[in-house]
């Protein structure tokens, strides 16, 4: 579910050009060295973490308000090389910060520090959940913990949540690094269960507490039987 993890203030954030990226754009590349830091003024961006295996790959949107390539300057890491793939996964506009002025803040910041950990501290609870699910080989507990993160009830009536109208099941396919068929059958056994609704373009969920169930396992979904 998003939330304001907003670390950098404006005035800090106003003395660097702000970069507009298309839908699609690579931002970083695994093994890149960075030399900048992106903060997203607006926008999704989907980053891909790549396992200490070298294979898993670990999904995550990342979205306003949050620092891209943040991790290893919290861990004090001199050598910033990303081990994420980062896209524009809708039009995005962030402001590109040098590392070495991210470096000097957190050394005299600490209420920016604070922030700033908090914020990734978040992104890594979600990293860690995924790859778990990710270990159990269940899609369906991904596809849910996936849908509770990106929900939001702003504009909605009481006990219904939406989806972004950027989020379709081909978004989630590729973000997820499932079968888009897969994706599909998860999202239409949910309708099903009278979890999901669909409006048009946009995905609702109408019984939260049965969809956290699905993700913790205590409910079961078996996408090879939906049709």
């Known amino acids: 579910m998003p939330t304001d993890n907003t670390a950098l203030n404006d005035t800090f954030l106003k003395r660097y050009p702000l970069v ?8 970083l590349r695994p093994g890149e060295i960075n030399h900048y830091l992106y903060y997203i003024k607006s926008g999704v961006c989907a980053c891909s973490i790549i396992h200490l295996d070298g294979n898993l790959i670990i999904p995550l949107l990342l979205r306003k308000d949050e620092l891209i390539g943040a991790r290893m300057e919290l861990l004090g890491v001199k050598e910033n090389r990303s081990l994420s793939e980062v896209s524009a996964h809708t039009d995005v506009e962030v402001y590109k910060i ?9 050394q005299t910041d600490f209420e920016a520090y604070k ?3 908090r914020s990734v501290i978040l992104s890594l609870d979600r990293v860690i959940e995924t790859s778990n699910m990710r270990g159990k080989g269940n ?3 991904i596809v849910c913990n ?7 009830s702003e504009g909605c009536p009481e006990g219904l949540y939406r989806l972004s109208d950027y989020f379709t099941i081909t978004d989630l396919s590729r973000i997820l690094q499932l079968h888009r068929v897969t994706v599909s059958r998860i999202m239409h056994g ?3 269960k009278k979890v999901l609704e669909k409006r048009g373009r946009v995905w609702y969920i109408t019984d939260r507490k049965k969809l956290e169930k699905y993700q913790q396992g205590i409910l ?8």
Do not use: C, Q, W, Y
């Open 220 to 227: 079961t979904l078996n996408p090879k039987a939906i049709s």
């Open 190 to 192: 949910l309708v099903e």
């Open 115 to 117: 922030r700033l950990a």
């Open 146 to 152: 996936t849908l509770l993160h990106e929900m939001s």
């Open 139 to 141: 899609s369906v507990m």
């Open 20 to 27: 507009h990226f298309n839908k699609g754009d690579i931002l």
């Open 98 to 106: 040098p590392i070495r002025d991210i470096r000097d803040l957190l």
